[in-house]
């Protein structure tokens, strides 16, 4: 893992100031659009107008982007090389094209897990007919309001902002503590923040019923970001992450599925990169004696 991060080590560092400022404000953004903006239905126009295609998920995270991101690149004078956006183009490692190969693994894994489960006599094998309706267009709409919106704005801020950036801060402030130890630390602080900035979303949708929901929510979100963390640093392809992180959130079925959490089936492309890169070490390894 650690070798893996050897890039992130080369960022420049944007100080605990930026840092605090970024997560601030999308602290800020989320209880407003959470609490505020989606109750009010004031964005629900724009969906219906377009029968789904555009929705209040992507017009939200449009304008975190607005706010957020000019203090990363502007204040914080990081480089789209810095956050891992480029180079974009080709069929390098970070390229979007290899981005949308794991994507692609990823969604053929959550197909795969739901052709077990049918086998398994969890329920019968069914075409999705959705795609031949006019819900379709709104599931079109679901899957560009993640992978253009919500998943894109989340991986950028919480993987490939955050982790480098408290990674080298912690190294900054404890000289003597090991890279390992610090990439640790940076990845449970800056997934701790990520599951925390989800509570008003949850709060919106109405997801806690007590404080055993809440802390339940909370470790599945520590989970899921240190997951995504991991489909990040060992592809090291933020576009892997971001179309990982969307098919979790919603998946595009072909089939019908007999369990709503089997979209979680994505995460399997962890050990499908870990093995790619075992191969890729091996023949490396092979071509060099």
Not at 32 to 60: D, K, M, Y
Not at 256 to 265: G, H, I, K, R, T
Request: aromatic letters at 10%.
């Amino acid at each position: 893992m650690i070798e893996r991060c050897r890039s992130l080590f080369m960022v420049r560092s944007v100080g605990w100031k930026v840092i605090g400022l970024v997560v601030l404000l999308h602290l800020l953004l989320t209880s407003l659009v959470n609490l505020w903006l989606f109750p009010s239905g004031l964005l629900s126009p724009i969906q219906t107008g377009t029968r789904g295609l555009i929705t209040v998920t992507l017009v939200a995270n449009l304008l975190f982007m607005a706010v957020v991101f000019p203090v990363i690149f502007l204040v914080g004078k990081l480089k789209a090389k810095d956050l891992a956006l480029v180079p974009a183009l080709g069929f390098g490692p970070s390229s979007i094209a290899v981005g949308l190969m794991w994507t692609a693994v990823a969604w053929l894994l959550v197909h795969g897990v739901t052709l077990i489960m049918v086998l398994a006599g969890w329920g019968p094998l069914e075409w999705n007919g959705l795609w031949l309706t006019p819900t379709g267009v709104e599931w079109l709409g679901r899957s560009i309001g993640q992978f253009f919106g919500n998943a894109f704005y989340e991986e950028v801020v919480f993987r490939a902002f955050l982790i480098p950036q408290f990674l080298l801060a912690i190294k900054k402030r404890n000289r003597k503590m090991g890279w390992g130890r610090c990439l640790l630390y940076a990845l449970l602080v800056s997934q701790l923040i990520f599951a925390m900035t989800h509570i008003p979303h949850r709060i919106n949708n109405g997801a806690y019923s007590g404080a055993a929901s809440v802390v339940a929510d909370q470790l599945f979100l520590l989970i899921a970001g240190l997951l995504l963390s991991a489909v990040f640093l060992l592809s090291r392809n933020l576009y892997a992450a971001v179309g990982v992180h969307a098919l979790v959130n919603f998946t595009p079925m072909l089939i019908q599925s007999p369990a709503a959490e089997v979209n979680l089936a994505a995460y399997l492309v962890i050990p499908v990169i870990l093995a790619y890169n075992a191969r890729v070490a091996k023949n490396l390894e092979n071509r060099s004696k």
